[in-house]
């Protein structure tokens, strides 16, 4: 009885003012870690035989950077809506365009998937 007195008198929940500057840092962030595999791909091309003698692949090394990237930025989008208030769809926006970009980088490193 005392909760749904609780939740029928609980007033909405309201935006935070902060809340805009975060959804543009959550973008930047989110749109570096989909080109980070393509930036580590271009930066070290010329080191490839060097690290390659090592025994580090540069091509696992982005597949696991672009996988994990897409993973980090959906599960951010999520963590956004549960703790800040953010709107569904928001997560569902963010959750698709994470799917794409791992597909994406899995189609292009499909030799290592090999």
């Known amino acids: 009885m ?3 007195s609780y939740v029928t008198e609980r007033s909405p929940l309201t935006m ?6 975060a959804r543009v840092l959550f973008v930047v962030v989110a749109l570096y870690l989909f080109s980070a595999p393509g930036l580590v791909q271009v930066l070290l091309r010329r080191r490839r035989n060097t690290l390659a003698a090592r ?7 982005s597949l696991l950077m672009a996988v994990s990237g897409a993973a980090a930025v959906a599960i951010g989008a999520l963590f956004t809506q549960a703790f800040f208030g953010e709107s569904v769809q928001f997560v569902y ?6 799917f794409f970009v791992a597909l994406l980088w899995c189609w292009r490193f499909r030799e290592v998937l090999a």
């Not at 935070?16 to 500057?21: N, S, V």
């Open 55 to 61: 025994g580090l692949d540069i091509d696992r090394l």
């Open 2 to 4: 005392w909760a749904s």
């Open 93 to 98: 926006l963010w959750s698709a365009a994470s």
């Open 16 to 21: 935070p003012a902060w809340l805009p500057r």
